[in-house]
């Protein structure tokens, strides 16, 4: 029988639970909010609005927190208890390492499915979408007043992860910009040539995005 556990499987857990955990933990390492935000690749803000959503919002990124706090993921959704006599010794705790530009760029590819962060009240809603990389920016489509739509203009980000079902090994980067509407054709023309450009979410999808990445961070998780 397979013993591992995907990151999406692992039971409910309370997010007043979770976030009472993450504040003991980060008192017990010595570190301050935004020092973990900074750990986990993600905004201070984003960290908090995490606390009081829970897991289910973002699982890869309370897995970053985790590792961060160098815990696995299932210590932080359930605390942290000694296995039973008998049973195998707990995995090793996951490490986090800073990916550099160039290795976030490798990872993320030419095409996938990454989710955008849109900074609305009371706190940033996030939608898959589905992209391709042109130049140093990522682009998408979507119909032109969906809830996946930002305003022109717009600060936003941009976060594509890769997790494996051990829940101890794999990648997040995080993409900050600014969101363009592309409104010239022959640039619309072109990059409707891209691979992977067309919306799997499938219906009209007019709207062409561009993410500039101001700013890209990269985090590794794995034992070595």
């Known amino acids: 029988m397979n013993q591992n556990h995907d990151i999406r499987a692992a039971r409910p857990a309370d997010p007043a639970d979770v976030a009472r955990r993450i504040t003991e933990r980060r008192s017990q390492l010595g570190l301050t909010e935004q020092m973990l935000a900074y750990q986990a690749a993600m905004a201070p803000r984003y960290l908090q609005h995490l606390l009081a959503a829970g897991p289910a919002f973002d699982p890869a990124g309370f897995l970053r927190i985790a590792a961060a706090l160098r815990l696995t993921y299932r210590d932080l959704l359930e605390g942290r208890a000694d296995a039973p006599p008998g049973q195998a010794q707990a995995a090793p705790r996951p490490l986090l390492f800073h990916l550099t530009p160039a290795e976030c760029w490798e990872r993320i590819g030419t095409r996938g499915v990454g989710r955008i962060a849109l900074p609305v009240e009371p706190g940033p809603a996030v939608f898959p979408v589905n992209y391709t990389v042109d ?53 619309a023309r072109r990059l409707s040539k891209l691979p992977g450009i067309t919306p799997w979410a ?18 590794r998780i794995g034992g070595g």
Do not use: K, M, Y
């Open 202 to 219: 499938g219906g009209d999808r007019p709207l062409w995005v561009r993410i500039r990445a101001d700013e890209i961070t990269g985090r």
């Open 135 to 187: 130049g140093a920016s990522v682009v998408f489509r979507t119909a032109t007043r969906s809830s996946a739509a930002p305003d022109d203009g717009a600060p936003v980000s941009f976060q594509v992860d890769r997790i494996d079902d051990h829940l101890g090994e794999g990648w997040s980067v995080l993409i900050l910009g600014e969101a363009q509407h592309v409104t010239d054709a022959d640039e």
